[in-house]
């Protein structure tokens, strides 16, 4: 078991023990691609790294042979286009399998993976290609993002080389490349050489508000995801995981890849054209995860699909993240497949810091408790920590003494801002909540989103979860809107249900259902149905651009 290189212990007697006494067995120039990928490869070379299938009935498996194979030619195609460590890549994969095969190659280099969303358009590229310095980017075969492409290259001087899966006037394909190749790439040496301390991913963030800011992780942030595959994920050696995302995620780093592989489980990789939650379905019952991980608005859509007619018992455990978990959400799904879902909680600049790890028994809406890698506390404006029950800003203590493994280093080429985030006491991760009186700890918002009504602190996901339980309610989101007497009031911006229509009585049906289910004063006086909500291109809801339309 590859573990034992990075871990004292790998079981522990409770989550007690957990926390005060797992450690990471850090190696000198940690690389992911030769001690992880070839590693496997070197001793287990039949043993499957990915299974990967999409909606046009194409599927196909690769050993970690075939990955250390693959990444090694294109690891010389890199080469011979002079992409050299440092060098920034930008990757438009999607869910494609090259995906997997170009990032473990850019690793092996020591090139800057940065993983981009193919959702974006020209603007937003530009701005990343430049603020970045990107050198060379790859991209899948889709019209859209091939064009949004060609469209910001012109205002973009840094980037000297493009690849595509497909034929493309001005591109490289890559597909061709990589057959040119040798596929033998020895590992780099002196100075070409990785070092733990070095930048290798960064992740721009989804950027709610402002421009969007690059996270950079070094190389010692694949260890750190031991913890969200191994004891959060609880993935099994030589059985699929499946963790729903899109590459252009920080999710996909943390469910499809690093921990996985390093835990010994194999990937499971669906590149579906559109979410459709029967087509999903099929694919899980099909393969047969057995572990399996997706947002909570998905899991929604699933419930939505007449569950109950599906077979889900393969599945041996389930977690959730990417947006809090609604405990009606929880109870739905443990009464249709027997199974809790496991919030976790984290961000792109971290590994999973708060979950529902095992030795303790979840409950519905909570984050869980502390992962060990991270000292957690709650502190209020005076950076005083809260007591129980108390509402605060969740931070990691004392990265001044000690920076823990998975946390980023640096916003990438800004060190004021690194100094402001990373310089103190302190890292602030700018979300409100609360622990109770066993240690588990619930989330209640964004610091700017908490609503402030009349003298009461409002946290919007309390609302949210209230509204959802209703039938009428397949998403919300709860914002604060501007009002001359209280300052601020409950908005609730609403999709409905099928079989759902707006109306002034609904309208009326939904605040008394929220007056009912928790304090009547954070009832949503405002309620406005849309077909869809404003969403990140990482799926999280854009409250800010609900709140400035008003």
């Not at 595509?164 to 001005?170: F, H, P």
């Not at 992962?371 to 129980?388: H, T």
């Not at 609730?492 to 707006?502: C, F, G, I, M, Q």
Request: hydrophobic share 35%.
């Amino acid at each position: 078991m590859l573990l034992n290189r990075f871990l004292d212990r790998i079981e522990f007697d409770s989550y007690e023990d957990f926390k005060k006494n797992f450690n990471i067995k850090i190696p000198e120039n940690f690389n992911f691609g030769f001690d992880v990928v070839d590693a496997w490869a070197d001793v287990r070379p039949d043993k499957v790294a990915l299974v990967w299938c999409n909606d046009h009935d194409e599927e196909r498996t690769f050993t970690f042979s075939d990955m250390k194979r693959l990444s090694n030619k294109v690891a010389n195609y890199f080469v011979s286009l002079g992409i050299k460590k440092g060098d920034l890549v930008m990757l438009f994969l999607g869910q494609r399998s090259q995906y997997w095969i170009c990032a473990v190659a850019l690793h092996k280099i020591g090139a800057i993976l940065i993983p981009a969303s193919s959702q974006l358009t020209s603007d937003d590229i530009m701005y990343r290609n430049n603020a970045a310095g990107i050198k060379m980017i790859i991209a899948m075969d889709d019209e859209y993002i091939l064009t949004q492409i060609d469209n910001a290259i012109p205002g973009s001087q840094s980037v000297k080389h493009r690849a595509a899966l497909t034929d493309r006037e001005g591109w490289d394909n890559l597909n061709t490349e990589i057959d040119k190749q040798s596929d033998i790439f020895l590992r780099p040496s002196g100075d070409d050489a990785t070092q733990n301390h070095e930048i290798f991913l960064t992740y721009f963030t989804s950027g709610t508000t402002g421009m969007p800011k690059m996270v950079a992780h070094n190389h010692t942030h694949p260890l750190g995801h031991i913890v969200t595959a191994k004891y959060w994920h609880r993935v099994i050696e030589d059985q699929l995981h499946f963790t729903i995302s899109d590459s252009g995620w920080a999710k996909f780093g943390w469910g499809k890849i690093y921990g996985q592989w390093i835990c010994g489980a194999s990937v499971f990789a669906y590149d579906m054209d559109r979410f459709v939650p029967a087509n999903l379905l099929a694919k899980m019952i099909k393969h047969k995860p057995a572990t399996f991980c997706a947002p909570p608005t998905m899991l929604r859509f699933m419930i939505q699909e007449n569950l109950e007619q599906y077979d889900l018992s393969f599945i041996k455990h389930c977690s959730t993240a990417g947006e809090p978990l609604n405990p009606e959400v929880y109870n739905k799904w443990k009464e249709l497949t027997g199974l809790s879902l496991c919030e976790g909680f984290g961000q792109s600049e971290s590994t999973v810091m708060l979950a529902n790890f095992d030795g303790f028994t979840p409950r519905p809406g909570s984050m869980g408790k502390p992962a060990p890698l991270y000292d957690i506390d709650l502190i209020d404006e005076e950076g005083r920590s809260c007591n129980i029950g108390d509402e605060g800003e969740l931070v990691i203590r004392d990265i001044d003494r000690y920076m823990p493994t998975g946390l980023f280093v640096e916003l990438y080429a800004d060190k004021q801002a690194t100094e402001k985030a990373l310089g103190g006491r302190f890292y602030r991760t700018g979300d409100i909540a609360w622990k109770d009186s066993k240690g588990y700890y619930w989330y209640v918002g964004r610091t700017d989103d908490v609503i402030k009504c009349s003298g009461y602190r409002i946290g919007p996901f309390e609302v949210e979860s209230a509204l959802i339980e209703h039938p009428a309610v397949v998403e919300c989101a709860i914002t604060a809107a501007p009002d001359p007497i209280r300052g601020q009031v409950v908005k609730a911006t609403v999709v409905l249900a099928k079989n759902y229509s707006p109306s002034e009585s609904l309208v009326k049906e939904l605040q008394n259902y929220v007056k009912k289910s928790t304090a009547p004063y954070k009832y949503p006086r405002i309620v406005e149905f849309v077909s869809e909500l404003p969403k990140t291109t990482s799926g999280k809801i854009r409250r800010v651009e609900i709140r400035e339309k008003g």
